[in-house]
């Protein structure tokens, strides 16, 4: 493995398998920038197009653009030309059809399920949700998608790689020895989600003293400077 020289934290790295990557300031912690298609290129497959149920850059630049700026106003079909909708390759030409992608094809936030549970006999109502798809849920939010750490990396305090640094999961022992023993078992690709919960005392209310004590989980692979602030939206609400 070779060593890299990483500006934004002004500390040698090195990748796990050993991939030589230039990172910048202006990218943000450890972003890479990646190749993407033209903007009318019809991506086709749903596996392999990352903006789907749209079927290009520009049909979902587009949508979105529409969504946000014709909030209480209709778009009828007249709005759109047929010549517009078939040479820019839209998938939809009024605003049902985008509400109607929005509203059925798109990955929403993970259900409440109700469980009834018994405590000395005292019969009570639980609300909860999947830890799993609320994992799904912080890892389907654009904002989180540049600085999601997806593998460990090794961070060092000078060209020499004597003396290691720690900071973040990513960067620890652990999840690098684990991620070779996937590694060898044949899970390539594989990447480990290590789930955070934390709870804390909700007055209900003002008077007899009725509190309730919510649980909110987040994943370390959300870098500890973004989940921290309190409004960033890494912490969802599971029971």
Same mark, same amino acid.
């Given at each position: 493995?070779?060593?890299?020289?990483?500006?934004?934290?002004?500390?040698?790295?090195?990748?796990?398998?050993?991939?030589?990557?230039?990172?910048?300031?202006?990218?943000? &912690?450890?972003?890479?920038? =990646?190749?993407? *298609?033209?903007?009318?290129?019809?991506?086709?497959? *749903?596996?392999?197009?990352?903006?789907? *149920?749209?079927?290009?850059? /520009?049909?979902?630049?587009?949508?979105?653009?529409?969504?946000?700026?014709?909030?209480? /106003? =209709?778009?009828?079909?007249?709005?759109? &030309?047929?010549? !517009?909708?078939?040479? /820019?390759?839209?998938?939809?030409?009024?605003?049902?059809?985008?509400?109607?992608?929005?509203?059925?094809?798109? &990955?929403?936030?993970?259900?409440?399920?109700?469980?009834? !549970?018994?405590?000395?006999?005292?019969?009570?109502?639980?609300?909860?949700?999947?830890?799993?798809?609320? /994992?799904?849920?912080?890892?389907?939010? *654009?904002?989180?998608?540049?600085?999601?750490?997806?593998?460990?990396?090794?961070?060092?305090?000078?060209?020499?790689?004597?003396?290691?640094?720690?900071?973040?999961?990513?960067?620890?022992?652990?999840?690098?020895?684990?991620?070779?023993?996937?590694?060898?078992?044949?899970?390539?690709?594989?990447?480990?989600?290590?789930?955070?919960?934390?709870?804390?005392?909700?007055?209900?209310?003002?008077?007899?003293?009725?509190?309730?004590?919510?649980?909110?989980?987040? =994943?370390?692979?959300?870098?500890?400077?973004?989940?921290?602030?309190?409004?960033?939206?890494?912490?969802?609400? !599971?029971?």
């Amino acid at each position: 493995m070779i060593g890299e020289y990483c500006k934004k934290c002004d500390l040698w790295r090195r990748d796990y398998g050993g991939e030589m990557r230039l990172m910048k300031k202006s990218q943000g &912690p450890h972003r890479v920038a =990646t190749e993407v *298609p033209g903007p009318q290129a019809n991506l086709g497959n *749903p596996e392999e197009n990352i903006y789907h *149920p749209y079927r290009s850059k /520009l049909d979902w630049d587009l949508a979105s653009w529409l969504i946000d700026a014709t909030q209480g /106003l =209709t778009l009828s079909r007249n709005c759109w &030309p047929f010549l !517009v909708v078939e040479k /820019l390759d839209l998938s939809f030409s009024s605003s049902r059809e985008i509400n109607k992608i929005v509203n059925e094809s798109l &990955p929403g936030p993970a259900t409440f399920l109700r469980e009834e !549970v018994s405590v000395k006999g005292a019969k009570s109502d639980v609300y909860l949700r999947e830890s799993v798809e609320c /994992l799904g849920e912080l890892f389907g939010k *654009p904002e989180f998608a540049p600085y999601l750490r997806t593998a460990p990396e090794k961070h060092y305090k000078d060209e020499t790689m004597s003396e290691r640094v720690y900071y973040d999961t990513n960067t620890a022992t652990f999840w690098r020895n684990a991620q070779v023993k996937l590694d060898a078992r044949g899970k390539q690709g594989v990447t480990i989600a290590f789930l955070i919960f934390a709870s804390h005392k909700t007055q209900i209310t003002l008077f007899r003293n009725k509190a309730a004590y919510p649980v909110y989980m987040t =994943t370390a692979k959300i870098p500890k400077e973004i989940r921290r602030k309190p409004f960033s939206g890494a912490w969802v609400l !599971v029971g």
